[in-house]
């Protein structure tokens, strides 16, 4: 098949999640569909996959993954109502999480046939670019053995804290859902919650740990560094 590194980043600003997610699986359809035809053809005949890097900020909302319980949401749907929160239960891994203001959150639909065709190491990735980032901010960051996400003071179970949460769908190959990295988020909304279904650590963001940064040059080292660990050619669409 025809390898393509090259990544469309597309930077959606402050977006409702529906409507991120109705285009992630626009995209994700589109290229599980490309490649379903490139099977019946000949490998000269056949079509390149594209990728995509979509980063943008959530209005307030939980989302609960498809092995998530509903028990870690600790607000029923008046509640959420009052607080103009939305919930959805979506089909990435893992359990319940937040999105809203100040936080990056990142979409990579990417072909990992054209990358590396397994999950494990694609999530480690994920995980590598986000510690590199926090690293140019002098934030010493790590993982934590069978928890996914990025994680301060990883070997002290005490002082653990989770500074961005990762969770992904894949179908042939193809990801979708991602990573969201706490900036300036305002924490308290993590409150309503018990995150990951993870009841003994806590969540942190940049600016509580060494204070007030740029969302916008957060991104930008965000790409850079995906860029790097992936050997992507990542180019914008301004979308």
Not at 83 to 96: C, S, V
Not at 98 to 127: A, M, W
């Amino acid at each position: 098949m025809l390898i393509n590194k090259q990544v469309e980043y597309r930077d959606m600003g402050r977006i409702q999640y529906k409507e991120a997610w109705d285009l992630q699986l626009k995209l994700f359809d589109e290229i599980r569909e490309i490649k379903l035809k490139n099977r019946d053809l000949p490998v000269e005949a056949q079509h390149s996959t594209p990728n995509y890097l979509l980063f943008c900020e959530h209005n307030p909302v939980y989302t609960l993954g498809k092995s998530g319980l509903m028990e870690n949401l600790l607000l029923n749907n008046q509640q959420l109502k009052e607080q103009g929160i939305e919930f959805f239960h979506i089909n990435r891994g893992g359990d319940i999480t937040f999105h809203g203001p100040g936080q990056l959150t990142g979409y990579p639909i990417f072909d990992l046939d054209n990358f590396k065709t397994d999950i494990i190491v694609y999530l480690r990735d994920l995980e590598e670019a986000i510690i590199e980032v926090l690293d140019e901010y002098g934030i010493k960051a790590g993982r934590i053995e069978g928890l996914t996400g990025v994680w301060l003071d990883w070997t002290d179970p005490s002082r653990a804290r989770k500074i961005c949460a990762m969770g992904v769908h894949t179908s042939r190959w193809v990801t979708m859902h991602g990573f969201g990295l706490n900036v300036s988020t305002d924490l308290s909304y993590f409150g309503h919650i018990i995150p990951c279904g993870i009841i003994d650590k806590s969540v942190t963001s940049i600016e509580k740990e060494v204070g007030s940064v740029k969302i916008e040059d957060v991104k930008k080292l965000c790409v850079e560094k995906i860029s790097k660990i992936f050997g992507a050619e990542i180019f914008e669409n301004a979308f």
